[in-house]
């Protein structure tokens, strides 16, 4: 399974370098800044993958941002496969190199798990998770190209289950079920992370 590795990482930002995301002109001639994001558990920078998938990143010349995430595992030993999408918008309201922002976020997945003893003997669930949130934090330019970002999440977490359960040939259909919960993320849980991007000027500057 692939999970919080940072080789996947490191591999994701290569791999799509080579195949030319690079920063492109608006038309009015300014350049859209992409980039890559990473997380890192402290300020020693031990990056890992971004939520456990691939993270990118658009910054335009109006201070505002888009980020993508992506993030997808299959594990054959207990036949489990786990799918997520999201994006985010930023607001910066300050720009420079220390840029302080707001925005939200929306997410959403699948994940599928069959356990089978024998063909009429099994059981598959299957969760549709989603969430929605604010954000508030701050980004900070160490250099033009590589930028250090810590912030606080406020989320709507729910998830939608079903399962299905077969003995001995005969299958029954449990009824959904719905959880949920508030999150609030600040304090020791606000989130740091990395974002490299591909251009030498990054697009927020002062005016």
């Known amino acids: ?19 030319g995301l690079h920063s492109e002109n608006t038309p009015d001639g300014e350049k859209v800044n992409w980039g890559f994001i990473f997380n890192t558990s402290s300020i020693l920078l031990d ?3 971004y939520q456990y998938g691939l993270g990118a990143k658009a910054l ?28 985010a918008l930023e607001k910066h309201f300050r720009p420079g190199r220390i840029s302080p922002y707001g925005g939200g976020f929306v997410r959403g997945g699948l994940t599928r798990y069959y356990n089978e003893t024998d063909e009429d003997n099994w059981t598959k669930d299957i969760s549709i998770p989603f969430s929605a ?3 508030l934090g701050v980004e900070f330019f160490i250099v033009e190209s590589i930028s250090l970002f810590a912030e606080y999440n406020i989320v709507f977490e729910g998830a939608v289950l079903t399962e299905s359960v077969s003995v001995a040939g ?16 600040i304090g020791n849980e606000a989130k740091l992370g990395i974002v490299i991007y591909l251009d030498d000027i990054v697009a927020i500057e002062k005016k």
């Open 133 to 135: 949130g604010a954000i």
């Open 60 to 87: 335009f010349p109006n201070n505002m941002a888009l980020r993508f995430l992506v993030n997808g595992s299959y594990s054959s030993e207990v036949d489990t496969f786990d799918a997520s999408l999201g994006i």
């Open 170 to 185: 005969t299958v029954t259909e449990m009824d959904p079920e719905f959880s949920y919960k508030f999150d609030t993320g």
């Open 47 to 49: 990056i890992e993958s």
């Open 1 to 19: 399974m692939i999970k919080n590795k940072p080789v996947f990482a490191w591999l994701a930002l290569v791999f799509l370098s080579v195949f």
